[in-house]
């Protein structure tokens, strides 16, 4: 089923489907993207063309098809300490900067948290911190991961990966440290797990469920939605951040002319984004932290 022919037809209808069901841009040449992951779906279907399928996902609203297209579609790999900095500069910089107020709890969101790697990273390094800076913060600390998979929620919560898995970005150390092994995988030891809780989200739908969050990380996620969408998420997760709160994006993404609703913050070669808190806006110079190393 990978090598199906899609006409430009089949290709632009499911393009604009794709989009207005979850915001995802597909490029002009992507067909082999779409036959790939959505060839065992379709055999499953009885569908012999993506029209086919389109107009059966039009045809039978309540039969899961559109889910499970989208579920094929948003399904990405990832991995440990992904570009290792943002950890980094979460542990020598931001932590130790919010643990200056005492905040009786820490929240922190992981958008987009696909299989599960992104939010276990966050919590082993908060178990780092705790461990080395003890009594600086209270381990009061949730971490909430969203993903829009329901296939990959379903394996983040059960924070059981094989041995390739593991070893993606992380440190024998780590997986020592971190990790039980159970038979041929290994699973997230519950210190770990019990700070992070796993919900089903669409970021093109509202957040004001999830409440106020001390740090977000949405990374790696921009890079797929459009000009108008990508304004949207990062005005929204403004909204979403405490006064002074922090943004992580990927490394080759940027807020660029998206959003004005954030300072930049540099330190030690790291980039973070720190939302302005408008009741010190006028009075406050812009805040660019240079740290020395």
Same mark, same amino acid.
């Given at each position: 089923?990978?090598?199906?022919?899609?006409?430009?037809?089949?290709?632009?209808?499911?393009?604009?489907?794709?989009?207005?069901?979850?915001?995802?841009?597909?490029?002009?040449?992507?067909?082999?993207?779409?036959?790939?992951?959505?060839?065992?779906?379709?055999?499953?279907?009885?569908?012999?063309?993506?029209?086919?399928?389109?107009?059966?996902?039009?045809?039978?609203?309540?039969?899961?098809?559109?889910?499970?297209?989208?579920?094929?579609?948003?399904?990405?790999?990832?991995?440990?300490?992904?570009?290792?900095?943002?950890?980094?500069?979460?542990?020598?910089?931001?932590?130790? #900067?919010?643990? +200056?107020? *005492? &905040?009786?709890? !820490? @929240?922190?969101?992981?958008?987009?948290?696909?299989?599960?790697?992104? /939010?276990?990273?966050?919590?082993?390094?908060?178990? #780092?911190?705790? +461990?080395? *800076? &003890?009594?600086? !913060? @209270?381990?009061?600390?949730?971490?909430?991961?969203?993903?829009?998979? /329901?296939?990959?929620?379903?394996?983040?919560?059960?924070?059981?990966?094989?041995?390739?898995?593991?070893?993606?970005?992380?440190?024998?150390?780590?997986?020592?440290?971190?990790?039980?092994?159970?038979?041929?995988?290994?699973?997230?030891?519950?210190?770990?797990?019990?700070?992070?809780?796993?919900?089903?989200?669409?970021?093109?739908?509202?957040?004001?469920?999830?409440?106020?969050?001390?740090?977000?990380?949405?990374?790696?996620?921009?890079?797929?939605?459009?000009?108008?969408?990508?304004?949207?998420?990062?005005?929204?997760?403004?909204?979403?951040?405490?006064?002074?709160?922090?943004?992580?994006?990927?490394?080759?993404?940027?807020?660029?002319?998206?959003?004005?609703?954030?300072?930049?913050?540099?330190?030690?070669?790291?980039?973070?984004?720190?939302?302005?808190?408008?009741?010190?806006?006028?009075?406050?110079?812009?805040?660019?932290?240079?740290?020395?190393?």
């Amino acid at each position: 089923m990978s090598n199906l022919t899609i006409s430009s037809q089949e290709y632009d209808a499911f393009r604009a489907f794709l989009e207005e069901a979850c915001g995802i841009v597909l490029g002009e040449n992507k067909h082999y993207l779409v036959s790939s992951r959505l060839g065992r779906l379709m055999k499953e279907f009885d569908s012999t063309s993506i029209g086919d399928l389109i107009a059966k996902m039009k045809r039978q609203p309540r039969s899961g098809l559109r889910e499970r297209v989208i579920d094929a579609m948003t399904t990405n790999e990832t991995l440990w300490f992904r570009d290792n900095h943002p950890y980094a500069l979460l542990a020598d910089f931001v932590l130790p #900067e919010i643990a +200056k107020t *005492r &905040p009786p709890k !820490l @929240k922190i969101w992981s958008a987009a948290c696909s299989s599960g790697q992104e /939010p276990y990273s966050i919590s082993m390094i908060a178990q #780092e911190y705790l +461990k080395k *800076r &003890p009594g600086s !913060l @209270k381990d009061n600390i949730q971490i909430t991961a969203t993903d829009i998979s /329901p296939t990959m929620l379903s394996h983040a919560k059960e924070a059981l990966y094989d041995s390739l898995a593991l070893s993606r970005g992380l440190s024998p150390e780590r997986k020592q440290m971190f990790f039980t092994q159970e038979g041929d995988q290994w699973r997230v030891n519950e210190n770990i797990r019990r700070r992070v809780t796993f919900k089903e989200l669409n970021l093109m739908n509202s957040y004001a469920p999830l409440g106020k969050f001390d740090i977000i990380f949405c990374r790696n996620v921009l890079i797929y939605f459009s000009a108008e969408l990508k304004r949207d998420i990062l005005n929204r997760m403004a909204q979403a951040l405490v006064p002074g709160g922090y943004l992580f994006l990927g490394s080759t993404e940027t807020l660029a002319s998206y959003c004005d609703e954030f300072d930049t913050v540099r330190h030690q070669g790291g980039i973070v984004y720190q939302v302005k808190d408008k009741a010190t806006a006028g009075t406050a110079n812009k805040v660019n932290f240079q740290m020395r190393r």
